[in-house]
């Protein structure tokens, strides 16, 4: 009888479960499979050979091949953070300010800040790549205007990183203010009444009611801001190539350069497969820590 | 490429049967769009590559074997030296067009303002030249050194290095531990710590744009090592300020016996995955195409379109064809003095990875986090493991 029910319904599930299963899990498999092999993305997979664990000793070893792996996934880990810990602050101050109705002017806001969501990302670098110029760049110019030192910007390894992630949040916010503000609609307004009534200041009121039910959203958004960030490429590509000495060489970059660049399709995977799981582990701990938080209460 | 399609109209036009489409691709993605969607059956018939990926490519089976006439035809036409960086194990492989090799680009305005009569022979006059043209009050260094590009960085360097008298690979080995690679890299920790180059002022990418083209397009760079395909970008940038732009051999250095350079070339190949048929239609268009018969007054057609964009040609009957407008061009002269003692970039598996790993030592160095004493040892050790895990 059972069995007679399952029918029907795994018919109507197949067509979606065949595709993700052909165009997420093989690919994915394949990576997996191929992560364990010595090849060249040239030749085909009759001729890889399998080596074991071997790419995953060299990508973590000492040789240029670890090295240049290692400083892309701290590259990528840093820039993850930074824009993470940047864009959700500041999703949830702007999602405030265009949310409340104090002041007119908060639908134009909003349509203003989601605007750079909509600006392609190769317009975003050329103004960026020619806004962070160290001489000629208006940025400095303004910063010399008010007496304040200047930055090197995307010219220096020190500051080269922290650029793009600027690059980045400028153009990411407008979306994530967007997700705060649906977020901040499903507040009910009595609870924040009652609240009130109770003597609750602003700042309590934010702490103590806004921000604890605002937690899905937020959840929500540090998923997306993180998947995000894990997968930039575009500015690396167009503005920085990696440089200067390898600042801004990130993981997607990177195994762009290795796997398709150098042909080197073993050591590629492997990263994939690191990178994948990195991101599988941060995902998962943050769904963790987001239940520990959610049974404390 | 208006020229290279009109070049293609009219074969075509002779050759109804052929059908010729250009697509141009930024030398940035070039070899990632070759090795991903060029390199099917179906993908482009005839690609144009630089010669240092040559090795890896052959390795790949992406490119073909040239038939036997066209390769007679290139031995017979080209310089050895050319036509040895378009062949793997003695097979020929492309027909090359353009040749490629530096020269020291200075502005004469600048020169002038700091009373320096004449470009630098000499690593001593260098130094002394870029320490008088450097004037921090101005925003203004001496030398312009180049980051985030790995050709950029690593071509002036090795032009330096060849000038002293050095090499970056002999026989598959690096040799960046001699005694002239010692004295460039140090040459380059003084031109950093003594402040005559500022990194800042040296970001590039492949396309050529960005402040190390800004610096120097303003007037706040002295002097620069370039190649001569770079006459176009400045051009464009300078508009008619640029005749204050002089070019000049590279300074020859304490180790070296005479200016020279670090020179490459491109060549055009064919897709090995290409139907015999369209290999045969590839090879055909691309000897009449690079032949003495489809340009001008004995040049090619490919010599023609070379010449327009500031870029020599290596085919002998161009180079005699284009002689009187070389020697007239004031800015290629600086150029085309070097050419006979220029040295050709290493054809080696791996050259792309090692031409990355020394972009990045280089880089280092030139924001401080390495020494040139250390820079030198982590260059030849990294270039060694490269080269030998290449090989195998």
Redesign the interface.
């Known amino acids: 009888m059972a069995h007679r029910m399952n029918l029907p319904a795994f018919g109507m599930l197949a067509p979606a479960t065949g595709l993700i299963a052909v165009f997420v899990f093989i690919p994915m498999a394949l990576t997996i499979w191929l992560s364990l092999q010595a090849w060249?993305?040239?030749?085909g997979f009759e001729t890889a050979r399998f080596v074991g664990l071997q790419n995953f000793i060299d990508i973590f070893g000492p040789?240029?091949v670890g090295r240049?792996f290692k400083t892309a996934l701290i590259n990528t880990a840093v820039y993850t953070a930074l824009s993470v810990a940047i864009i959700l602050p500041l999703s949830i101050a702007f999602g405030l300010l265009v949310h409340q109705k104090l002041a007119p002017g908060g639908v134009f806001l909003r349509t203003v800040l989601f605007s750079t969501y909509m600006v392609p990302m190769i317009a975003v670098a050329l103004v960026f790549?020619k806004l962070y110029?160290?001489?000629?760049g208006p940025l400095n110019q303004i910063l010399q205007w008010l007496g304040l030192p200047t930055s090197?910007w995307?010219?220096?390894?020190q500051t080269a990183l922290a650029s793009i992630v600027l690059l980045n949040v400028w153009q990411q916010v407008g979306y994530f203010t967007v997700l705060a503000v649906a977020g901040l609609t499903q507040i009910p307004a009595a609870v924040l009444e009652a609240a009130t009534v109770d003597g609750a200041n602003p700042v309590q009121r934010f702490a103590y009611i806004t921000l604890p039910l605002l937690g899905n959203t937020l959840l929500f958004s540090a998923v997306i801001a993180i998947i995000n960030a894990v997968q930039v490429f575009e500015p690396v590509a167009l503005?920085?190539?990696?440089?200067?000495?390898?600042s801004t060489n990130v993981l997607t970059y990177h195994i762009?350069?290795v796997g398709?660049?150098?042909?080197q399709g073993g050591l590629g995977s492997a990263m994939a497969v690191t990178l994948m799981l990195a991101l599988v582990v941060s995902i998962a701990a943050l769904f963790a820590f987001a239940q520990a938080r959610e049974a404390g209460e | 490429m208006a020229k290279l399609e009109a070049a293609a109209a009219a074969y075509s036009k002779m050759h109804p049967d052929t059908k010729i489409t250009v697509r141009a691709v930024p030398f940035g993605d070039l070899l990632t769009t070759l090795r991903s969607s060029g390199s099917g059956a179906h993908g482009v018939t005839i690609a144009s590559i630089y010669d240092a990926w040559l090795p890896d490519l052959v390795k790949n089976q992406l490119v073909a074997p040239a038939p036997q006439p066209i390769a007679a035809e290139a031995k017979a036409n080209w310089p050895a030296s050319v036509v040895g960086a378009a062949s793997v194990g003695g097979v020929v492989y492309g027909v090359p067009n353009e040749i490629d090799l530096y020269a020291l680009n200075y502005n004469k305005a600048l020169f002038a303002e700091a009373g320096i009569a004449a470009p630098p022979k000499t690593w001593n006059e260098f130094l002394a030249d870029a320490k008088k043209l450097t004037d921090k009050s101005k925003g203004r260094q001496g030398f312009g050194m180049i980051n985030s590009w790995a050709a950029g960085v690593l071509h002036p360097f090795a032009s330096l290095l060849v000038s002293n008298g050095g090499d970056l690979v002999v026989n598959g080995k690096p040799t960046l531990d001699s005694k002239p690679a010692k004295e460039t890299f140090e040459l380059y920790e003084t031109l950093i710590k003594s402040g005559y180059s500022d990194p800042a002022m040296a970001t590039a990418d492949a396309n050529t744009t960005g402040p190390f083209l800004d610096n120097f397009v303003s007037g706040k760079t002295g002097m620069i090592i370039m190649a001569n395909w770079w006459e176009s970008a400045l051009k464009a940038g300078m508009g008619d300020k640029f005749p204050a732009i002089a070019t000049a051999s590279i300074p020859v250095g304490p180790s070296g016996d005479k200016p020279r350079s670090i020179s490459y070339s491109w060549m055009t190949v064919v897709n090995a995955k290409a139907s015999a048929e369209e290999q045969k239609e590839a090879w055909d268009f691309l000897d009449w195409l690079n032949g003495p018969q489809s340009g001008a007054n004995g040049a090619s057609a490919m010599g023609d379109i070379l010449m327009s964009m500031g870029i020599l040609p290596s085919r002998n009957s161009d180079v005699s064809a284009f002689a009187p407008r070389l020697a007239s061009d004031p800015f290629l002269k600086g150029y085309t003095e070097t050419l006979a003692d220029a040295k050709g970039f290493p054809g080696v598996l791996g050259g792309q990875e090692f031409s990355e790993s020394l972009q990045k030592t280089l880089e280092a160095m030139q924001f401080g986090q390495l020494s040139a004493e250390k820079a030198q040892a982590t260059a030849q050790a990294d270039a060694a493991q490269i080269l030998e895990r290449n090989a195998k």
Do not use: C, K, N
């Not at chain 1, 060249?40 to 030749?43: H, K, R, V, Y």
């Not at chain 1, 995307?154 to 390894?157: A, E, G, H, K």
């Not at chain 1, 398709?260 to 042909?263: F, G, Q, S, T």
């Open positions: 060249s993305t040239q030749t040789t240029t240049d790549s110029s160290p001489t000629e090197a995307l010219s220096s390894p503005i920085t190539q990696g440089g200067p000495v390898d762009r350069r398709i660049e150098r042909a």
